[in-house]
């Protein structure tokens, strides 16, 4: 059994984006995969022997999916951090161990309750399984890198995108897997509920003006740098090349609005070459256009933010973003845990937060929502963005640099993040990135425009804004992810209540 569940925890893993350049295209979200992979889960908990042989299953399924999905921050730790490899190989594994708790915890309750009422067990699995999903993705500032739902941008599922986010897809998929687990032990109905789910994906309309329509187009040129990570702050070598190619490649752009990614300016300010700072303000001011420009703002007295600075014509005050969702260890340290950000040689520190809902900028008709490298993760707090839908984004603008991560499976996986959420909300996506994936993505999910990766360069594309509400931009925009908490948990109850009949199903022996 061991020896499947491994391969199965590894099949999730590489569900949510092909890793290898053989047998489909590298980085494509497999939903059939991941299907699999949980169906596989559900096959080896119904042949466990206790509550306790449940949760080894469920820790072990969930730490080697984990580590395969997130293996990537041993490049960050060990290749630019100088952390020794073996330390941080553990690193890795003691992070997947210790959010595969939540998993682990799910499935133990799952096969103690399960022996009471199994008929209801599939559905129950999906309840238990989700909460776990939430958990990891909210609890401890979350990390919700990796869940199910992301392998879902294809599929018959992925019609449920715009209603209930990448949590609910995922509820809907673990559910359906642990049916495929029990097979023709099951109840027929989960098989009827099964088709009927598939068959409303093929039946019901889904044209481009499903819940959004048109708000105009906008021209787009977005800047990747592909400056070294290893010499990105060092002021011989990548300083001076960041500030000389993007004051360049800025003033030289002929679209209306120009990004470029995250610290693309790795300095402060103040401490920019003479006129550097006021080249750029009174260039877009005086030529119509806009620019998006990721930079560090703050001093010693009032702290600092990772922040994206906004110049627009004819605006006398540049406009600013500040991260909000900040990254653990990155941007601030966790208590009791600066003795391992020592260990590495890497400039963390702790950053000022901003407001979770920061007002869009508006230029040339549209509303711009910046946001900064794993912000997109979190569709509930861009979600609050929704609150007044005549204020609401209608184009959403992703300033990252993951360069921390090398040439890895990470820049596909943020890629497909980004991909959900311009599903969710039907909102189109411009990325800029210092390394890729540097792309515009259209309000259904699909890369329009496209730069090669690990390679300095300038894409030209068009993107075209979006206003209107998706069911899920409307729900969790006014109560977050409660709805999914609340619903997940009355079906838990509801499918082991003692009123309910037992009937003849039973666990696999």
Same mark, same amino acid.
């Given at each position: 059994m061991w020896p499947l569940l491994f391969l199965a925890a590894l099949c999730h893993a590489a569900s949510i984006a092909w890793p290898f350049h053989f047998g489909f295209e590298s980085g494509q979200a497999l939903w059939a995969l991941q299907g699999l992979s949980l169906a596989g889960l559900g096959w080896a908990l119904q042949k466990a022997q206790s509550a306790r042989h449940a949760f080894a299953i469920g820790q072990g399924f969930a730490t080697v999916a984990l580590s395969a999905t997130f293996w990537w921050l041993f490049v960050a730790m060990h290749t630019y951090g100088g952390l020794p490899a073996v330390l941080a190989v553990l690193a890795v594994v003691a992070?997947?161990?210790?959010?595969?708790?939540?998993?682990a915890l799910a499935c133990a309750l799952w096969w103690r309750?399960?022996?009471?009422?199994?008929?209801?067990?599939?559905? =129950?699995?999906?309840? &238990?399984?989700?909460?776990? #999903?939430l958990a990891r993705g909210?609890?401890?500032?979350?990390?919700?890198?990796?869940?199910g739902g992301y392998a879902h941008l294809e599929g018959p599922l992925a019609f449920y995108i715009p209603w209930l986010g990448v949590y609910g897809v995922g509820a809907l998929a673990a559910w359906a897997g642990m049916v495929l687990a029990q097979g023709k032990n099951g109840p027929r109905w989960h098989w009827a509920a099964l088709a009927v789910l598939v068959l409303v994906s093929v039946a019901m309309p889904q044209g481009p003006e499903r819940f959004s329509r048109s708000h105009g187009a906008l021209t787009v040129t977005v800047l990747q740098g592909n400056i070294a990570q290893n010499e990105k702050f060092e002021a011989r070598t990548g300083i001076v090349q960041s500030l000389e190619w993007y004051r360049q490649t800025l003033l030289? =752009?002929?679209?209306? &609005?120009?990004?470029?990614? #995250?610290t693309a300016i790795p300095v402060l300010p103040q401490q920019l070459p003479a006129q550097y700072w006021n080249d750029l303000r009174t260039h877009f001011q005086r030529n119509g256009q806009a620019a998006l420009v990721?930079?560090?703002?703050?001093?010693n007295r009032l702290g600092y933010t990772n922040s994206v600075v906004g110049f627009l014509p004819e605006s006398p005050k540049v406009l600013r973003y500040d991260k909000h969702h900040l990254v653990p260890f990155g941007e601030f340290i966790p208590?009791?845990?600066?003795?391992?950000?020592?260990?590495?040689?890497?400039p963390l520190g702790d950053f000022n937060r901003g407001a979770v809902a920061q007002a869009p900028f508006a230029f040339a008709g549209q509303r711009l929502a910046p946001h900064i490298c794993y912000e997109d993760l979190f569709g509930e707090e861009l979600a609050q963005r929704f609150t007044e839908p005549t204020a609401s984004p209608t184009v959403f603008v992703n300033l990252s640099n993951i360069g921390w991560f090398g040439n890895t499976v990470a820049i596909d996986q943020h890629l497909n993040i980004a991909r959900m959420r311009a599903m969710e909300f039907e909102r189109p996506f411009v990325r800029a990135t210092n390394t890729g994936a540097t792309v515009v993505i259209d309000h259904h999910g699909q890369v329009t425009h496209a730069a090669p990766r690990l390679t300095q360069a300038v894409l030209v594309g068009e993107v075209n804004g979006r206003e209107g509400l998706t069911p899920y931009a409307w729900w969790a925009s006014r109560f977050g992810l409660w709805p999914l908490w609340?619903?997940?948990?009355?079906?838990?109850?509801?499918?082991?209540?003692?009123?309910?009949p037992a009937g003849p199903v039973g666990r696999q022996k």
């Amino acid at each position: 059994m061991w020896p499947l569940l491994f391969l199965a925890a590894l099949c999730h893993a590489a569900s949510i984006a092909w890793p290898f350049h053989f047998g489909f295209e590298s980085g494509q979200a497999l939903w059939a995969l991941q299907g699999l992979s949980l169906a596989g889960l559900g096959w080896a908990l119904q042949k466990a022997q206790s509550a306790r042989h449940a949760f080894a299953i469920g820790q072990g399924f969930a730490t080697v999916a984990l580590s395969a999905t997130f293996w990537w921050l041993f490049v960050a730790m060990h290749t630019y951090g100088g952390l020794p490899a073996v330390l941080a190989v553990l690193a890795v594994v003691a992070l997947a161990a210790a959010l595969g708790l939540y998993y682990a915890l799910a499935c133990a309750l799952w096969w103690r309750l399960a022996q009471k009422n199994p008929r209801y067990a599939a559905l =129950a699995f999906a309840a &238990l399984w989700t909460i776990a #999903e939430l958990a990891r993705g909210t609890w401890l500032t979350g990390f919700g890198w990796g869940a199910g739902g992301y392998a879902h941008l294809e599929g018959p599922l992925a019609f449920y995108i715009p209603w209930l986010g990448v949590y609910g897809v995922g509820a809907l998929a673990a559910w359906a897997g642990m049916v495929l687990a029990q097979g023709k032990n099951g109840p027929r109905w989960h098989w009827a509920a099964l088709a009927v789910l598939v068959l409303v994906s093929v039946a019901m309309p889904q044209g481009p003006e499903r819940f959004s329509r048109s708000h105009g187009a906008l021209t787009v040129t977005v800047l990747q740098g592909n400056i070294a990570q290893n010499e990105k702050f060092e002021a011989r070598t990548g300083i001076v090349q960041s500030l000389e190619w993007y004051r360049q490649t800025l003033l030289n =752009a002929k679209t209306q &609005l120009v990004v470029a990614p #995250e610290t693309a300016i790795p300095v402060l300010p103040q401490q920019l070459p003479a006129q550097y700072w006021n080249d750029l303000r009174t260039h877009f001011q005086r030529n119509g256009q806009a620019a998006l420009v990721g930079i560090p703002l703050g001093d010693n007295r009032l702290g600092y933010t990772n922040s994206v600075v906004g110049f627009l014509p004819e605006s006398p005050k540049v406009l600013r973003y500040d991260k909000h969702h900040l990254v653990p260890f990155g941007e601030f340290i966790p208590p009791l845990f600066r003795w391992f950000t020592n260990l590495m040689h890497i400039p963390l520190g702790d950053f000022n937060r901003g407001a979770v809902a920061q007002a869009p900028f508006a230029f040339a008709g549209q509303r711009l929502a910046p946001h900064i490298c794993y912000e997109d993760l979190f569709g509930e707090e861009l979600a609050q963005r929704f609150t007044e839908p005549t204020a609401s984004p209608t184009v959403f603008v992703n300033l990252s640099n993951i360069g921390w991560f090398g040439n890895t499976v990470a820049i596909d996986q943020h890629l497909n993040i980004a991909r959900m959420r311009a599903m969710e909300f039907e909102r189109p996506f411009v990325r800029a990135t210092n390394t890729g994936a540097t792309v515009v993505i259209d309000h259904h999910g699909q890369v329009t425009h496209a730069a090669p990766r690990l390679t300095q360069a300038v894409l030209v594309g068009e993107v075209n804004g979006r206003e209107g509400l998706t069911p899920y931009a409307w729900w969790a925009s006014r109560f977050g992810l409660w709805p999914l908490w609340l619903i997940c948990i009355a079906l838990a109850v509801f499918s082991f209540a003692p009123f309910l009949p037992a009937g003849p199903v039973g666990r696999q022996k």
